[in-house]
C-alpha cells in the first residue's frame, strides 16, 4: 500500500514569504508527528497530533510555526514569513497506534529560504 | 531533558568485518530506544527497537542501562549495510545526529 507522502518535495522561498507543506499519512494511523532536519543534523520533534487533536506542540520553534490537521488524515505546516534559520528538511511520520510505536516517515520537504 | 549522543558522524568498516554504531542517551525513566536507518535515495526507517529484541539484517542491539547506552551491532559487515544510522529515544522521537557507516569493499 502507499507510504506516508509530502507534497511539495522541495520549495525554494524568498525570505519574508508564508509556505505551507503538506503530509499525507498512512490511511487509518491516529498519530502524526512533524520533525525538522536541519543539515547534518538528526531529525527534531516539532508537533505531535492523535487524531485532529494536536496534543504536543513543544518542538516548534516560534510562533511563525503552525500545523493542524483538521480531519485526522492529511495534515498541513505552515509557515509564516520565512527565515533562513527555516532552511531544512521537514519530515512527516505516522504511525498506526498512540504511545510508543513504529514510525513511518514519508521523503521529506526541502525548504530553502533565500 | 533527554538527550541522545552519537560519537561517531563517520565510520568505514571492511566488508566482513564486525561493526558497533555507538549511542548513548541521557533520560530519567525507563527508556524506548530505536535504530532508524537511511539508505541511499530512500526515506527513514525503523532498523530495530529494543523492546523487541529482534535480529534485523543481522543487526543487534542491546540496552545497557548501566552505561545508558544502545550500540548496535553486526558481526560481519555488508556492503548493503552502508548508509546513515540514527539512534532515537521515546514517542516522540529524541534523535541522535547520526553516524554515515561506509562498508569498505
Known amino acids: 500500500g502507499a507510504g506516508v507522502s509530502q507534497s511539495p518535495r522541495y520549495k525554494v522561498a524568498k525570505r519574508g514569504q508564508d509556505v505551507a507543506l503538506r503530509c499525507d499519512p498512512i490511511?487509518?494511523?491516529?498519530?502524526l508527528f512533524w520533525y525538522q532536519q536541519a543539515l547534518g543534523q538528526g531529525p527534531e520533534f516539532l508537533t505531535y497530533?492523535?487524531?485532529?487533536?494536536?496534543?504536543?506542540k513543544s518542538g516548534l520553534p516560534s510562533d511563525r510555526f503552525f500545523a493542524e490537521r483538521p480531519e485526522g488524515s492529511v495534515s498541513t505546516l505552515k509557515i509564516q514569513r520565512t527565515q533562513q534559520e527555516d532552511s531544512a528538511v521537514y519530515l512527516c511520520?505516522?504511525?498506526?497506534?498512540?504511545?510508543?510505536?513504529?514510525?513511518?516517515f514519508g521523503p521529506g520537504t526541502r525548504l530553502t529560504v533565500t | 531533558a533527554q538527550r541522545v549522543t552519537q560519537p561517531e558522524k563517520l565510520l568505514s568498516v571492511f566488508k566482513g568485518a564486525p561493526v558497533e554504531l555507538k549511542c548513548n542517551y541521557s533520560?530519567?525513566?525507563?527508556?524506548?530506544l530505536f535504530w532508524y536507518v537511511q539508505y541511499s535515495r530512500q526515506r527513514l526507517q525503523l532498523l530495530l527497537r529494543?523492546?523487541s529484541r529482534e535480529s534485523i539484517k543481522g543487526f543487534t542491539a542491546d540496552l545497557n542501562k548501566g552505561e545508558t547506552s544502545f550500540h548496535l551491532k553486526k558481526p560481519f559487515a555488508q556492503e548493503e549495510d552502508s548508509a546513515m544510522y540514527y539512534c532515537?529515544?521515546?514517542?516522540?522521537?529524541?534523535f541522535g545526529t547520526g553516524t554515515r557507516l561506509t562498508i569498505i569493499p
Open positions: 490511511s487509518g494511523h491516529v498519530s
Open positions: 497530533f492523535q487524531n485532529e487533536a494536536q496534543l504536543d
Open positions: 533520560y530519567s525513566g525507563s527508556p524506548e
Open positions: 529494543h523492546i
Open positions: 532515537a529515544l521515546g514517542e516522540k522521537l529524541t
Open positions: 511520520a505516522s504511525s498506526s497506534h498512540t504511545g510508543v510505536y513504529e514510525q513511518y
